[in-house]
């Protein structure tokens, strides 16, 4: 029963990997008929059909039909031009590249659903328990293993970066279309973006057309670190620590780093005459930026992350420190928007440092004085004057009236509604009660405006040791971050002619 239920898993699963295949298949059959027409797809497909057939020919051991269907696939092939032939090779090398996509994809599926996985460290850890290893043992054991990686350059990578993080990116689409979940909606999404995924592969060149330097092959190297082990390495050790806490009762110790790495990039001068002083230079200088960013945007995901609150009286601790250090118009402001703005600092040399004069007010305070277009808008009243900041005495600026005969009404500036305005002396006779009651009503308002200000001020900068509403975590980190930006900056300007 177990051997009949196994044999129908194994089925379902290269079902699913066959219906990947047929999926990507057909998907760049469309993007080529498309791309270069419906008559190079035919001859693509009995290219491909005479190559099938003749290998299939030599699995089942009937020799002679092989060999005629090769012969009549090599004289097809040498009636074609050279960009006919060129052609057809991408359009081939494209199609195995995304066969390996999917069969990768499904031998990763495949092993997720496994429930113990063979050599895994569980497995592992629980045939050394069995076998009569103590757990202290074993725990010691693993606590001093030690393996070093070291990394080269290969000059025989001719995948282009670009290229990569494409199929990375089909990758991660077939993983999405296996969820159960997707509707019908959700998987024309899907195959719109497969689409564009690979007219873009089809249309990028994917060959290097200039001999790759020492420096390029050590970016290339790098590339492998930000794409595989940065993420990899931290999710081992990961299942290694739960693994060891689940047998022995401990998990690895923060401090404990079995896996190192070394490099011989940029540094391997052993016949080869590439390798100078100044291309180590310049690759530890690369890697060194490499690592700034990375650590950068671990630095912004813990920030992101740990948003709360509570925390060690130590960490506490620094995060008042900090805040006391940071100027007080900086304390609620982003660290990210801080960095920017002194990034803008060292480019305003060029802005003008001064204003010209009133370049501050409206252009309609003065609108008599200057010229301006807009009429200046007055308060309705005769003799009304509005308060200067004195000590509310009226100005000895007199208002005009500005009515309309056709305007029903009028909006007061306690909100309420006047009654309809026929003629002008309806206006002049509510004159006198209109200037005291605004009076009264200014002068509540600036009253008003004083009451709490000290307390609210003491809300937006609170004292220690309280600080209420801070993030001391997020404060820690964002300091943290300021000073590798720093170091990122400075490296900057060392870096341009390596990174271009």
């Known amino acids: 029963m177990t051997d009949t239920t196994d044999d129908i ?29 419906p008559e190079f797809t035919e001859k693509l497909e009995r290219t491909r059909i005479l190559a099938q057939s003749a290998s ?13 269907i090769e012969k009549q696939l090599s004289s097809e ?23 390996g996509i999917a069969e990768t994809h499904h031998r990763v599926h495949k092993q997720r659903n496994l429930e113990l996985p063979s050599r895994s460290c569980d497995d ?34 001719i995948n282009r970066r670009t290229l990569q993080y494409k199929h990375i990116r089909i990758a991660h689409l077939l993983d999405y279309n296996d969820r159960p979940d997707l509707s019908h909606e959700d998987r024309e999404m899907l195959i719109e973006d497969l689409v564009r995924e690979i007219t873009s592969i089809w249309q990028t060149d994917e060959l290097r057309r200039h001999k790759p330097t020492a420096v390029d092959e050590a970016r290339a190297g790098l590339n492998i ?16 620590s739960n693994a060891l806490k689940k047998h022995t009762g401990k998990p690895l110790p923060l401090t404990c780093t079995p896996i190192k790495f070394g490099s011989w990039m940029g540094g391997d001068r052993d016949g080869n005459p590439n390798v100078t002083s100044k291309v180590t230079r ?17 630095v912004d995901s813990l920030r992101f992350e740990l948003s709360m609150s509570q925390c060690s009286d130590t960490l506490s601790r620094l995060a008042h420190e900090i805040l006391e250090e940071t100027p007080s118009d900086h304390r609620h402001e982003n660290w990210n928007q801080s960095m920017s703005k002194n990034l803008l600092k060292l480019q305003a040399s060029a802005l003008p440092t001064q204003l010209p004069a009133r370049a501050d007010q409206p ?61 002008q002396s309806t206006v002049l006779s509510r004159a006198a009660s209109f ?56 490296d900057i300007s060392i870096m341009k002619t390596v990174v271009n």
């Open 9 to 37: 898993a194994e089925e379902i699963s290269f079902q699913s990997f066959d219906d990947d295949c047929k999926l990507l298949g057909n998907l760049l059959q469309e993007v080529l008929q498309r791309e270069v027409g």
């Open 56 to 68: 299939n020919m030599r699995m089942a051991g009937i020799e002679n039909m092989a060999e005629l």
């Open 77 to 99: 092939i040498s009636k074609m031009s050279l960009e006919e032939a060129l052609t057809q090779a991408r359009a081939f090398s494209h199609y195995l590249n995304l066969m």
């Open 124 to 157: 592992v850890f629980n045939k050394l328990l069995q076998g009569g290893l103590p757990p202290e043992e074993l725990y010691n054991a693993v606590c001093k293993q030690e393996v070093e990686i070291v990394l080269t350059a290969h000059p025989t990578q």
């Open 225 to 240: 670190v930000e794409q595989s082990l940065w993420k990899a390495v931290p999710h081992y050790l990961r299942r290694v």
């Open 282 to 298: 310049d690759v530890s200088l690369l890697s060194r930026w490499m690592a700034i960013d990375l650590y950068i945007r671990e």
């Open 363 to 423: 252009s309609c305070t003065e609108c008599n004085d200057s010229g301006s277009q807009y009429p200046r808008l007055e308060v309705p009243g005769t003799d009304y004057r509005p308060l200067n900041r004195q000590g509310g005495q009226p100005s000895s600026r007199s208002g005009s009236l500005y009515h309309d005969s056709n305007l029903n009404s009028r909006i007061l500036s306690n909100g309420s509604s006047a009654a309809p305005i026929n003629s």
């Open 435 to 490: 200037n005291s009651g605004q009076v009264l009503v200014q002068r509540k308002l600036v009253a008003e405006s004083q009451i709490g200000r000290p307390s609210f001020q003491k809300l937006l900068e609170p004292t220690p040791p309280q600080w209420p509403g801070i993030a001391p975590y997020r404060i820690v980190l964002g300091h943290v971050k300021e000073k590798v930006l720093l170091c990122h900056l400075r």
